[in-house]
């Protein structure tokens, strides 16, 4: 997930999740990246109804470079 801006973001909340100390943050840290996984989810699902209702591959790889960045 790591090469999506919301991989980036996950990537950023592990890494300060690991350096604090306080289990209240680490919670909010841990739910938060939880989160990125429902947004992830979520693009997918959109997705794969936008490529039923279209028929097509390129609406998916339109779709896929544009939760990319590109």
Same mark, same amino acid.
């Given at each position: 997930m790591a090469? =999506?801006?919301v991989g980036?973001?996950?990537t950023l909340l592990a890494d300060a999740t690991a350096e604090v100390d306080d289990p209240e943050v680490?919670?909010?840290?841990?739910t938060a990246r939880q989160l990125t996984d429902v947004i992830e989810q979520h693009h997918d699902d959109l997705?794969?109804?936008a490529v039923d209702a =279209?028929?097509?591959d390129e609406v998916e790889k339109q779709l896929?470079?544009?939760r990319q960045g590109e």
């Open positions: 090469d =999506t801006p980036a973001i996950d680490r919670y909010k840290l841990r997705v794969a109804v =279209t028929g097509s896929h470079a544009r």
